[in-house]
């Protein structure tokens, strides 16, 4: 059974577990854990699963996923969000191999240099720094679907399946 999309909740998330109603048992990517600095992030069920700041916060962090974009392609993704969200910003996107992944300072990480794009729990798309309304606020429960069209060079976001 999926869950009633009420409000930004989507999936019926406890501390314990998250169903969303997905079907999917294979994956064809997973976050890397090149890209994962061991102090501020920790992986989890076949590196599905993410954990940021388990002891405490020393500036921002991101992660990658594992199989780079390749031109004349498009793709798509989710991403559960299975615990509250709090703090400076919590951003889901798309970045360059040249794209920050860590820094002392507290900031919406994805998005802050031209080499990322990404959508915040805030509502707000950032890129090159800047920040725009882009959509509605997710928490706990949401899903953020991401489709990169290499083919033409759009970036689109979802918000509980669906388009914004």
Partial sequence: MVPVYKDRRFCDCTTDSCDCGETLKEYEWVWDTNSADPESIVLSCQNRETLFHPRSSQGTTAIRGTTPFKSGHVYYWEVKMLSTLYGTDVVVGVGTKNAML??????????????????????????????????????????????????????????NRKPL
């Fill in 102 to 159: 860590n820094t002392e300072n507290y900031c919406s990480l994805v998005g802050n240099d031209k080499e990322s794009w990404g959508y915040s729990y805030r509502g707000r798309r950032h890129h090159n720094g800047e920040e725009w309304s882009y959509g509605n606020r997710y928490d706990q429960g949401s899903i953020i679907g991401v489709k990169l069209d290499m083919w033409n060079g759009n970036l689109e976001f979802y918000l």
